[in-house]
């Protein structure tokens, strides 16, 4: 196919998004959806310093066997602060509202989402969701951890309510946004763009919008119902009553299980557009990244039951939940070697984003393993409700997705802002990220192993050696972190003005200048080709997608 | 009549209205899901205390619920012949019918209402007011707690769907809805349609033993 003739190029420099208006209120009464992402991205930022600010509190907290410097109740309320924040106000939102929302449009050849009111109307829902939530904590808190489990969070003294009404709210604007997304990922492609060419980031997105726009309602429901038990006594759950509290284990895992998805598949996106570009290589396999996506998001919703294999299931449910959820394990195998396929004979560039993706493949990889080991029935009652657990999801959750988000922070910092930050720093404080987890959490492996339960507030004194580590590495986390967004922040002033392809990548969004103009391209581009074919020069892409 | 306005993502009315519509479709299947969280319940309670759903089915007003049912069949097709005019530019039919069918609606919550109504007198309520007397078994309180979940929330999703459509008619007197654009007018009518499918099947599982 030939380029198609442009007879004028790109006109004169259209202001960026940043600059093409100013002041407060251009920004709370924004459509671009660039504006949003990057109001996205600030809230959830947020959200995750103060989740982990919970987590110090804890880990402090455990430095000894019993009191250091809070008492039991307040450590029952802050660990499921801690969760609640991570979870649901940080962790299911990150890196879809904020990374998807900014670049599924760009990647698309879009000019802006398909519903940019909508998309406005999910900041402020979750603003407020995430308002109330906090409201609760502060007026009350509640001691249920992240899960409510029934009959427990309909008998607590401490106030559910309003956490749950919290909850719910964000749940709606998890469900606007995911509509959005997908509405915009079928009807707003460029021409030429077909799903045999989508930036694979796009992919994910798409995959993690059907979870959250088919998981989440149900969420909202177990969770509103428990609100009613709470504050209504109806009993639903309630086995006094003749409810069933299993039924609401059920109900509530079939969201939050494809929830872990909705965690772990925009960060496995963000991955994908990382190493291509610092290998300079064609993904080894795009069929395999788009398949394996598709097939995650999929059997994520048959396998809740590995959840509950304590909770009075039959062994022959019990092997088919444990059997299904090895199917995941294979689809992710298939991405991991499709990651290091693509690494495989690159001309390799290690550059910030790589290094996360180097801690985020061992990170994920060993969560994944201890994950089939605890989708096992036999191996899982041993360590049902143990630190191994914790450290399980830990590994998946920040190992895998926020090392992602950091990843895809500085991945795409340069376009979303126009400055590149002092790669010393960058990679320095991703080496630090990683040994701070790696000595936060393997050492929790070692305590869940030799029996050590989640949520509690004292311990046996021969536990005390491996609880301090892992409050040392926690230490070391939370300042490898500082010192990330430290560097972005400086860079974000005084950092050098990017090009718009810094990193000589054939992904799409670096077509367009960094800062992206307010409509994206100033002309509709023609995506008629692999934004993996490193085979085209950065000027034969150019011309072929007709951006000058 | 006033021209319809193209969002600045998009190249045309076609591709804009088309987008639209599917974007609502999506939303509505998010909105079973909500409903099949229910649904679910009810199935697993249904299953633990059979007997005392089936004999919770039979103390239900079997009349009630059906002219309720022939309410909302009868709105949804007031909403389609709305639709009908729409695309002829009958301005003036479009914007009666929705009024018909919103006042259809009302009927609906108020036959819901009275019912509500026979209910507290008799005790078959939620929970912890439950003090029916022709039922007093764990499984009847968990029936007619599973009864009011069900039809109330229904009931909410109904009065907002009345809401919506009073709001469409207005905009249809006014002109809004051409035969070239009207798609707002198919997402709303499509939403009550949902809530009249919901309404089937509460019918069936709630009221026919």
Redesign the interface.
Known sequence: MTAPAEAVPAPLEAPSYLQVESGLWSWLNTRDHKRIGVMFLATVTGMFLIGGCFALALRTELLTPNRTIMDATTYDRMFTLHGVTMVWLFLVPSIPTSFGNFLL?IQLG???????K?NLMSFYTFVLGAAITFGGMIAGGTDTGWTFYAPYADATPTDVVPVVIGIFTLGMSS?FS???F??TT???RARGLGWSNLPLFVWTIYGTSVIM??????L???LA?VG?DHA?????FNPA????PV?FQ??FW?YSHPAVYIMILPAMGVVIEVVPTFAHRRVSSYVAVAVSTVGIAFVGFLTWGHHMFVSGMSTFDAGVFGIMSMFVAIFSAIKVFTWVGTLYRGHIQVRTPLVYFFGFLFLFVFGGMTGVALATQALDVHWTDTYFVVAHFHFIMVGGSVTAFLAALHYWFPKMFGRLYDERVGMLSATAVFIGFVLTFLTQFLLGNMGMPRRYYSYPPRFQFLHVLSTGGAWLLGGAVLLALGNLLVALRWGEKAPPNPWHSRGFEWLVSSPPPK?NFST?PRLDFSPYDYSMTEEEARERAGVG | MSEPAL???F?DLE?QA???R??MW??L???I??F???F??YA??RT??SEDFREGVLHNTFAYGTANLFILLTSSLTASLALYGARRDRRRWTGLMLVATAALGLAFIAVKLTEYGKHVEEGST???WYHYAELPT??G??FF?MYW?MTGFHVLHLAAGVLVVSWMAVRAFKGHYTARYHVKLEMGTLYWSLVDLMWIFLWTILYLS
């Not at chain 1, 726009?213 to 149900?218: C, E, Q």
């Open positions: 449009p879009a000019r802006d989402l398909a519903f940019p909508l469900i995911g509509v959005n997908i509405a079928h009807l707003m726009v088919l998981a989440t309602p149900v909202g429901m177990a119902l009613l209504l006594h109806l009993g639903i009553v003749g409810g069933d039924l059920h109900i079939f409509h509709t | 969002g600045e993502q190249h591709r088309a987008t639209l599917f974007g999506i939303f299947v998010s909105e899901l909500l099949a969280a229910l679910t319940l697993a309670y633990m205390f939620p929970g912890p764990f499984g309180n968990r707690t979940g």
